[in-house]
């Protein structure tokens, strides 16, 4: 097994940069190759965990994923460029490089200032989440139906670029390996809360379970705090047999009604009462843009991602982290916290009374929110994947929903 650190070369072409990140089953590299004159192209280059290496199943998952990675060719979906077996048997992935940061990123930068996420901004990130998915999902191959499911949309698989485009990565999680990632408490972790309550009785991955679990990523987005939170999986699998949905209204009572509907008509717990497609929710959202004074547009979206990236920057300073530990402190432990998913109106932190930002305003922190509003609380900053080697390399804990 080879040992991976910066500056050594992969597959005799890729040369690592910087360890940006590691997920359920990859750690994630910046890497270079380089050309002729000079040329450098930036890269994203995946590796297995080196604790997972050598696990036929994780190699299989790992195969699969760029497998179907590669069938997909889409604006929104990040491309896969390559893949490839080293010179000691280890496999790599290399896709395009986000220069930017994922939607768990993008909202954290909110709640480390106790703000609330735009609707607007994030209702249109939702839509370049929906054309990646509506086109995955209607997929032909020589004539023929074969569509490809995400199964794993999560914040931090939607990819955020500084200009503005949103791009929704590893798609192809392999199918005959779901049982393994539920039953490997390593790999699920923080994932089951995006997850399809079908899928938890055993049911079969369908466009509308995708659907659901964008539905918990907008809803989370927005209302600025977790949706299905447990203090174990065991008790997020629980929540998922009945799930109850706080009407998002009552924490954003800024948002306009008919968005709030599309979210839940999403986050249905009969799949047949969902959206039967992405296309038809795209359709519904699009409407929904439509109706607003102002068209938000990708410049929107650049704008208020370069916005966050400095916020997650700023957060980062000494007296940031000093702000961060009394806040940590004065919290209440979450052990005896109440459950963040009750439905009883006395358990909820009462978002609702809160100042809310206008429906208009699309700048960041127009909506200022107790800290505690956040289930996620004061963590600390996470790296920010497209800032560059020196913030990246500052390791952070990691927010609780990673895995
Ligand atoms: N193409 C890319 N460009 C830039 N950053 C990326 C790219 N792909 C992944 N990342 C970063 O690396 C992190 C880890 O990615 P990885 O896919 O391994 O884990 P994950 O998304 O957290 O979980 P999962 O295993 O379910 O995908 C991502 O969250 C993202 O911040
Ligand atoms: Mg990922």
Redesign the pocket.
């Known amino acids: 097994m080879s040992v991976d650190e910066v500056g050594i070369k992969i597959g005799g072409r890729y040369e690592l940069i910087q360890d940006?990140?590691?997920?359920?089953?990859?750690?994630?590299w910046r890497a270079a190759v380089h050309g002729a004159a000079g040329f450098t192209r930036v890269v994203?280059l995946?590796r297995i965990r080196e604790d997972l290496r050598g696990l036929p199943h994780i190699v299989d998952m790992f195969v699969e994923e760029a497998r179907v990675g590669a069938a997909l060719r889409h604006p929104n979906v990040?491309q896969v460029h390559d893949f490839g077996v080293d010179e000691n048997g280890d496999h790599y992935l290399v896709?395009?490089?986000?220069q930017g940061i994922?939607l768990g990123d993008y909202a954290q930068s909110y709640e480390v200032r106790g703000e609330k996420a735009p609707f607007e901004i994030v209702t249109a990130m939702a839509i370049g989440v929906l054309r990646a998915l509506s086109a995955a999902h209607t997929r032909m191959e020589v004539g023929k139906p074969a569509p490809i499911l995400h199964r794993?949309v999560?914040p931090?698989?939607i990819?955020l670029d500084e200009n503005g485009v949103v791009k929704l990565?590893?798609f192809g999680l392999a199918r005959a390996m779901d049982r393994d990632r539920m039953t490997s408490p390593d790999i699920v972790k923080g994932?089951l809360s995006y997850m399809a309550p079908e899928l938890t009785r055993g049911g079969l991955p369908t466009a509308r379970s995708d659907l659901f679990s964008l539905g918990v990523v907008m809803w989370e987005t927005i209302a600025g705090q977790r949706l299905f939170d447990g203090l174990s999986d065991a008790e997020v699998y629980q929540m998922l047999q009945a799930p109850k949905v706080p009407m998002l209204s009552m924490k954003r009572p800024d948002i306009p009604l008919s968005l709030a509907m599309q979210i839940h008509r999403a986050l249905e717990t009969d799949p047949a009462k969902r959206f039967q497609s992405a296309q038809e929710m795209l359709t519904e959202l699009l409407k929904d843009q439509r109706r607003l004074p102002e068209p938000v547009d990708a410049p929107d979206i650049s704008q208020s991602v370069r916005e966050a990236i400095r916020r997650l920057r700023a957060s980062k300073t000494p007296e940031a982290a000093r702000l961060a530990n009394e806040a940590a402190k004065n919290a209440v432990p979450k052990a005896l916290a109440v459950p963040a998913f009750s439905n009883s109106p006395a358990s909820r932190p009462d978002v609702s009374r809160q100042a809310a930002p206008s429906a208009k305003s699309k700048t960041p922190g127009a909506a200022r929110v107790s800290s505690k509003g956040g289930a996620r609380g004061s963590a600390p900053p996470p790296p920010l994947?497209?800032s560059g080697s020196s913030e990246r390399s500052q390791s952070v804990p990691p927010r609780p929903n990673?895995?």
């Open positions: 940006v990140a590691s997920g359920g089953m990859a750690t994630v994203a995946k990040v896709t395009e490089w986000v994922h794993d999560t931090q698989n990819l990565a590893d994932k994947p497209g990673k895995k």
